[in-house]
């Protein structure tokens, strides 16, 4: 079979597509006929190489998949998140917990493949009105927006949410789910182009970050109150003026660091203001069944940016490298 392997840590010149045999499901695992599969800033630091952390080679990249059980026929979805199912924060259903928790196409082998063996019980159904390249660009996104929003902020009705990076995949699935939650949105960008599609999306206010400082444009929009939520997966270049957008009693909740982990914070403020930074890292097996459902209603849409076949996942790699898309990238298997 086919697939796209990493054999050393790079830029997109990497990606070889390689001919390989097809692996053997393990105990409690089917095989998935893959069809999409999106990618992530994750499928970046992998290919480039994280600090500390050591990615057994070669490596099939790749968390968002989508496809057809080969047993079965069954159209399902992946749920990126593999736990050992056993501990106690498995069984409390708080799996993204896991001390073994692994996401594919990072310590384990991942979607680039034709393809790919997954425990049974991380297989959902596709909803039917999306395509296998939309339902591809829902897992690991909108998973991570849901447990940000839900889970950790405990987002109500009527709050005032700022979303940075709104054409993210993370930013446009939480502004989706904040406007669910009936939130108000301010959201974040590089681009007017991609403002206008946040507003199309749901958002209130939206911001240009390149030309305002988003800190100040936030109170002036709040009428100096400040914001209730800020989800913020930027880091080093964003995190202080995160904080200093927050309502009294307001929540940061981060789950990345693209722009780098070491941020500056005046502690003087956060206890002054009854401020929480809160963590969030994927979510758990429960939520993406509880989210998927309102994709078969139409209250929430995958966006997807751009398609390529499996063969160009390296330029698919530079268009994400490059901030060019607004919306997922998907690689057609």
């Keep these: 079979m086919k697939a796209v392997r ?99 196409g990072s310590q384990v082998d991942g979607g680039y493949t034709e393809r790919l063996n997954v425990p049974v019980g991380n297989l959902l159904p596709k909803p039917k009105r999306l395509s296998f390249e939309e339902a591809a660009s829902v897992p690991l996104v909108f998973l991570t927006a849901w447990h940000m929003l839900v889970a950790r902020a405990r987002l109500r009705p009527g709050e005032d949410v700022l979303i940075l990076a709104a054409g993210s995949g993370v930013g446009i699935a939480a502004i989706q789910i904040a406007k669910l939650y009936r939130a108000r949105v301010i959201a974040t960008a590089s681009t007017d182009a991609k403002l206008a599609k946040s507003r199309e999306l749901g958002a209130d206010d939206v911001i240009n970050y390149r030309e305002l400082d988003f800190a100040k444009e936030v ?70 069944a509880e989210l998927l459902p309102f994709f078969d209603t139409g209250a929430l849409k995958p966006v997807v940016d751009r398609v390529f076949p499996l063969e160009e996942a390296a330029e698919a790699h530079r268009r994400l490298e490059n901030r060019e898309q607004f919306g997922k990238i998907v690689l057609r298997i």
């Design 219 to 288: 109170r002036r929009l709040t009428h100096k109150k400040g914001v209730d939520v800020v989800i913020d997966h930027v880091g080093k270049d964003t995190f202080g003026k995160s904080v200093a957008s927050l309502a009294r009693g307001g929540r940061v909740v981060t789950c990345g660091a693209t722009s780098g982990p070491d941020v500056d914070i005046d502690l003087r403020f956060v206890f002054a203001r009854h401020l929480s930074l809160l963590g969030s890292h994927m979510g758990g097996k429960h939520e993406l």
């Design 6 to 104: 990493i054999h050393q840590h790079g830029g997109p010149e990497v990606l070889q597509l390689d001919e390989i045999d097809p692996p053997r499901p393990g105990a409690g695992e089917v095989t998935v006929e893959v069809k999409a599969c999106a990618l992530n800033h994750l499928d970046l630091w992998v290919r480039k190489g994280l600090p500390n952390v050591t990615i057994e080679m070669p490596r099939i990249l790749g968390s968002d998949v989508s496809g057809i059980v080969v047993e079965t026929g069954e159209e399902v979805v992946v749920q990126p998140g593999l736990s050992c199912g056993l501990c106690l924060r498995c069984l409390q259903g708080r799996d993204n917990e896991c001390r073994h928790y692994k996401i594919l």
